[in-house]
C-alpha cells in the first residue's frame, strides 16, 4: 500500500515538543512524517519547501508555536505569510496546495500534533503520489 | 599572433543579444582587428554544415544567445560546444531560461493547440500542428522538435562562462572580450559579473525595509528617492546580481531580475516569497486575521511569473507539473 512521505519541520519551542510529548505519551499516530527540528518556524525557507518536494516528499508540514507565542516574538506571523504566498505559487506549479500545510501546535498539544499528522498521512494517501516536472 | 576565431549563435531568443553585441559601437572595430569571426549567422552567410566542417576546439570563444527551446538548438549547442575552446552562455536565456523560459508553466500541446487552433486570428480548418516529417511531392521536409520544456545552455552541454542580463550590458560585454583577448578570465564556470546584489549599487535609499501594500508598478508614481520595494512595487534587486548598473531603476522601473540570482540563492523565487512575505504587512501583523493577510498576500499577482521572469527553467522544480 502506498505510504506518503511528510517532512515535519516543526519549531524547537512548541511543535517538537508537542510531538515529543504525543511520544512520551505514547499516542499513536502514522509514521509517515520525518521530523526536523528547527529553531523557530520562520526558519523554515520556501526554498527548503521546494527541496523537500523535489527529493521525493509527498506533503509538506510546518509546524510553530501559536500567534502570540512564538519564542522570537513575530516570526510565526511571517511564516503564515510566506505560507500563504507559497501555496499560491505551488498551485501554479501545478502541484496540489494541500500537500503543504502550516499548524500551531503548542507544548501541551501532544494530541493534536498526532492529529494533524493523521489527518495529513490521510489526505496525501487520496492525493496520491507526488508528480513533478515530465515532458520532453 | 594569430587572430582569435569567434562565433555567435542565437537560439530561443529574441535577438536583443545580437544588437548588444553591435552596441559595443565602435570598440567592434578592436574586435573585428584581434578576432575573426567564422560563424554569426545574424551578420554572416555562414551554414551549420560550415561549422560541422571545422575541427573540434577550431573555435577560440563561441558566444552562445538564447534559450534551448528546439532539438535545433539543443543540436547546435552540442556543435558549438565540441567546435570551441570557450563557449559562454550569453545572456538570460543562454544562462537561466530568460523570458522563453516561463513557458515552462505550459507545454508543447497547449501551445500548439493555442497557437494553431484556437486564437481568433488562425485559420486552420484541418487543425494541423506542426509535424516532425511531412512527404511533399518533392521529397521529404523535415521539422525541429519543440520541446515540452525550455531549457538553459547548461541543461544540454557543458558551459565555461556566464555573461547574463537581458541584454548584457556593452561594459559588460566589453569587459569580457577584453578579458578573454588578455587572457585573465577568471576560473571556468565563473559568472562575469559582480557577486553582490543589485541594491548595493541602486542608488534609491532604503528607510525601513517595510513593504505596507504591493501595486503593479502603472499604480505608482515613483519618487525617485526611496527604494520601490518600500513604495509598494515589487523589486527584485534584494536578490539579484548586480553590474547592470541598475539600469531600469534609473527609469523607474523595478528590476525584474534579468541578471539572475546572486551566488548564494538556489532558486531565486522561493528566496523572493520568503523575502517579500516577511516585510509585507509587519505593521499591525499580530492583529491580523487569516483572511486579510489573504488578502495581503493576493496583492502579489502571478507570484511565479514575477519572481521566476527570467529563471524558471533552473529554478527547483523547473517547470509546472504536466498532467498527461
Ligand atoms: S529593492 Fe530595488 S529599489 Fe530597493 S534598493 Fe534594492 S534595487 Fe533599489
Ligand atoms: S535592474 Fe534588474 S531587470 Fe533591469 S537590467 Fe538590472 S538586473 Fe536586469
Ligand atoms: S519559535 Fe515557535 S514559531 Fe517562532
Known sequence: MYEPKIIGFLCNWCSY?????????????????????????????????????????????????HPGDCHYISGNYKTERKYVLLREMLEQFGIDPRRLRLEWCSSAEGGKFAQVVTEMTEELKTLGPIELGAGD | MDKLKFAFYWAASCGGCEIAVLDIDEKILNVVEKADIVFWPVALDTKYKDVEAFQDKYIDVCFF???????????????LRAKSKTLVAFGACACFGGIPGLANVSDRDEIFDLVYRELPSVSNPDKTTPQLTYTAPEGELT???????????????????????CPPTPEMIEQAVTAIFEGTLPSKGSTLAPEKALCEECPLEIQEKKIPFIKRPYQVTPDGKRCLLEQG???????????????????NMP???????????????AKLVSAIASILGVEGEERMTEKEIEALIAQIKDPLGTFYRYTLPISLLRRKVIKK
Open chain 1, 17 to 65: 515538543a508537542a510531538a515529543d510529548l504525543a511520544g512520551t505519551s505514547r499516542i499513536q499516530y502514522p509514521s509517515n512524517m520525518r521530523a526536523i527540528r528547527v529553531m523557530c518556524s520562520s526558519r523554515v525557507d520556501p526554498e527548503h519547501v521546494l527541496r523537500a518536494f523535489v527529493n521525493g516528499a509527498d506533503g509538506v508540514l510546518i509546524a510553530g508555536c
Open chain 2, 65 to 79: 544567445n538564447g534559450a534551448i527551446r528546439t532539438s535545433e538548438h539543443e543540436e547546435m549547442a552540442h556543435l
Open chain 2, 143 to 165: 521539422l525541429p522538435q519543440f520541446f515540452d520544456t525550455v531549457k538553459a545552455l547548461h541543461q544540454v552541454c557543458d558551459v565555461d562562462y556566464f555573461l547574463p542580463g
Open chain 2, 233 to 251: 512595487v515589487i523589486c527584485m534587486g534584494i536578490n539579484t546580481r548586480a553590474g547592470c548598473g541598475a539600469r531600469c531603476i534609473k527609469a
Open chain 2, 255 to 269: 528590476c525584474r531580475g534579468c541578471m539572475g540570482p546572486t551566488p548564494e540563492v538556489a532558486d531565486q523565487g
